[in-house]
């Protein structure tokens, strides 16, 4: 069964940092990435990367503080958040693609993670 499964989100103070995980079993995707919802707004892309190859597309609130890296030999995708914000306060998602090489596009992910709360106090 295809599944991806997050780790890695909890509570931090402003300015601290976390590491996301997303462990893909059962397939090989195009593309991974990382969109985030918080509490009344709507899901927003964060970053994605291209399986082969690497390229990566940032969303430009977490440029310069966010790296995302993927472990293709363990299937495992990443997210290094650094100098974390409140703002940045939000449920975390990891997605894969089978179609697109990376996309803004929620609606071009296949699959998607259950989610990891990450919440920043101030």
């Known amino acids: 069964q295809v599944q991806l499964v997050e780790s890695g989100g909890g509570l931090v103070q402003a300015g601290g940092s976390l590491r996301l995980s997303c462990a893909a079993s059962?397939?090989?995707?195009?593309?991974m990435g990382w969109f985030r919802q918080a509490p009344g707004k709507e899901r927003e892309f964060v970053v994605s990367?291209?399986?082969?190859?690497?390229?990566?597309d940032y969303a430009d609130s977490v440029k310069g503080r966010f790296t995302v890296s993927r472990d293709n030999a363990k299937n495992t995708l990443y997210l290094q958040m650094n100098s974390l914000k409140p703002e940045d306060t939000a449920k975390y998602y990891c997605?894969?693609?089978?179609?697109?090489?990376?996309?803004?596009?929620?609606?071009?992910?296949?699959?998607w993670g259950q989610g990891t709360q990450v919440t920043v106090s101030s």
């Open positions: 990367i291209r399986t082969f190859g690497g390229n990566t």
């Open positions: 059962g397939h090989t995707f195009r593309s």
């Open positions: 997605a894969a693609s089978t179609q697109f090489d990376y996309t803004r596009s929620g609606g071009a992910y296949d699959l």
